[in-house]
């Protein structure tokens, strides 16, 4: 029998620690360390990490560190690297890195290397992202297409829309990118209602080809192309397919010339980098979104060489080991101080939580510790007016990531200065707190008196000790974004690693889908004896199906 993670002389240091570290504040430590930030700080791919707010001394980092040398990290990474098939219960090799590697190195699944394969996908996505923006390729009535609606949900649809959004400055003015993923038919309604069908361009995005939410969708976009003008023999200039099941989509109607591919070692949260990024590579074009992956591959070379202690993804990682396994918070934050990433945290919360929410471990066995943190977020300065009150005030401690970039991509420089200088002050105040008496001197000196600033002292005091990250570059530009993304997909592997749990699954997400399929018949009129459920689900069912 394995020993227990728990059981460890590792962990238990660690958990020793944390106990003598419950009483310090970080105020104290930048006192004692004048050069704390600069001790505390990392470059990595035009990303600059000052991590020097945290609870953190350097006792704390060897003993982390120890901990990641104990699971084997730099082993785990260089098998990912190698394609073994480390996601092993489906018996997959996760190689997200090959569909960025620059290196010229063959990377082999089962003995064939699979770089040829993706440099001809990616050949024809240039091909065709470049006829789309040209206007050469055209719509049934001899027009270009203006507007682009990528059909998938999950993988198939967070990547390459953050990415969208993420790198608008960038993109070609004339084309409406739209992404439909929810089965609610008023996601897809509202989308056709936008667009002419002579003109839109419909993307099939689903690795499976067999989820019910994009074929449904696709079906609708399908019926409504036919209605509007389209006819059966024309689908072919209005609907391409993103898949690795090339037989449904072909018989779906989508012609094999139609169809891009991609591959089982592509998991559907990892796959933006594949032609599930196709909407990018149309938005952007095919240069911009192959500097997204050089920005990924400078990062992964960044993961693959940089000794633990000066590797930006380890460290990121260890900190939410660090907070999540021994300061017993249990969220954390992500806070983009850019507003093109407003779609950055939902993105992560799927990259994050669907790989690491675990509680099985690569022996079979139950965890006895935490796995993956809650993740939520959004954008600065818009959280600061929602939900900061709590990371100020509240009885959680929740460690953040601000993510920064200097330069913003829009004219009004005196607002990036201010969005800019709300970050620092945010991750000062939120490290440094207020103490009573700093309060109740700051009101006296506005004049109220005395009885009063006793009275509103308690409640204006900040205990501060909050920690955060600062994560930031000159600009988001398409490499720098790039980088971002491939540092939180190491960080996420990393934590999966110390925790002994596959990041790569998702049989969570199997179980209500199951379920859906037999209420299904039933709101449709089949009896209500026909299924084996609650109380509770079958009054609803009688409450919601249409008599
Ligand atoms: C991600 C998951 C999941 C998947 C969707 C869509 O890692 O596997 O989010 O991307 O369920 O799947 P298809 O691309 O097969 O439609």
Redesign the pocket.
């Known amino acids: 029998m394995p020993k227990s993670l728990t059981a460890t002389s590792h962990w238990q240091a660690l958990q020793k620690h944390a106990r003598e570290m419950s009483g310090r504040h970080m105020r104290q430590l930048f006192e004692q360390d004048p050069q704390r930030s600069e001790r505390y700080s990392l470059f990595a791919a035009d990303w600059q990490l000052d991590f020097s707010k945290n609870l953190i001394t350097d006792k704390t980092l060897q003993l982390l560190l120890a901990l990641a040398k104990q699971q084997h990290l730099t082993q785990w990474r260089d098998r990912m690297f190698a394609g073994e098939k480390i996601n092993h219960t489906e018996n997959r090799a996760v190689l997200h890195v090959a569909l960025r590697s620059r290196s010229g190195e063959t990377i082999e699944v089962e003995g064939e290397d699979v770089v040829p394969q993706v440099r001809a996908v990616q050949a024809g996505m240039r091909e065709f992202s470049d006829a789309i923006r040209d206007g050469k390729w055209t719509g049934y009535s001899g027009k270009a297409i203006t507007d682009v609606v990528n059909i998938?949900?999950?993988?198939?649809?967070?990547g390459p829309m953050m990415v969208c959004q993420a790198l608008a400055p960038y993109a070609k003015k004339e084309l409406n990118m739209h992404f439909v993923s929810n089965i609610d038919g008023s996601h897809i309604h509202d989308t056709l209602q936008r667009c002419q069908a002579e003109t839109t361009l419909f993307i099939i995005?689903?690795?499976?080809?067999?989820?019910q939410?994009?074929l449904n969708n696709a079906l609708a976009a399908r019926g409504w192309f036919l209605a509007q003008g389209g006819s059966k023999d024309q689908i072919n200039r209005h609907f391409v397919a993103v898949?690795s099941?090339n037989k449904l989509a072909t018989e779906f109607g989508i012609a094999p010339d139609s169809q891009f591919e991609l591959w089982d070692w592509v998991?559907?949260?990892?796959?933006l980098w594949s032609a599930?990024g196709l909407p990018i590579a149309i938005a952007l074009g095919m240069d911009q979104f192959e500097d997204l992956l050089g920005g990924a591959y400078a990062m992964d070379e960044h993961f693959r060489n940089a000794q633990p202690e000066q590797n930006m993804p380890v460290l990121l990682a260890l900190l939410g080991v660090w907070y999540n396994n021994f300061l017993e918070c249990e969220t954390y934050a992500v806070l983009p101080y850019i507003q093109h990433l407003s779609s950055f945290p939902a993105y992560l919360q799927?990259a994050d939580m669907?790989?690491n929410g675990k509680r099985i471990d690569r022996n079979g066995l139950p965890v006895d510790y935490q796995t993956g943190p809650i993740l939520w977020g959004g954008a600065g300065t818009n959280a600061q007016h929602a939900f900061f009150q709590l990371l100020h005030q509240g009885t959680k401690t929740i460690p953040a990531d601000f993510i920064i970039a200097r330069d913003s991509h829009s004219p009004y420089d005196n607002q990036q200065r201010m969005l800019v200088s709300n970050a620092l002050a945010q991750m000062e105040a939120l490290m440094r707190g207020k103490s009573k008496a700093e309060v109740a001197a700051e009101m006296l000196a506005k004049g109220l008196p005395q009885t009063e600033c006793a009275r509103l002292a308690p409640y204006r005091e900040f205990a501060g000790n909050k920690p955060s990250n600062a994560l930031f570059t000159d600009q988001l530009t398409p490499a720098a974004l790039g980088a971002l993304i491939a540092l939180y997909e190491h960080k996420i592997f990393v934590q999966g690693v110390i925790w002994n749990i596959n990041s790569y699954d998702?049989w969570g997400?199997e179980y209500g889908k199951q379920v859906a399929n037999s209420v299904l018949p039933v709101l449709e009129g089949a009896p209500i004896s026909a299924i084996d459920v609650s109380s509770s689900t079958r009054e609803l069912i009688s409450r919601l199906r249409r008599s």
């Open positions: 998938g949900i999950g993988g198939s649809d967070l995005s689903s690795k499976s080809f067999s989820t939410e994009t898949t099941n998991g559907g949260r990892y796959s599930i799927q669907e790989s998702q997400v």
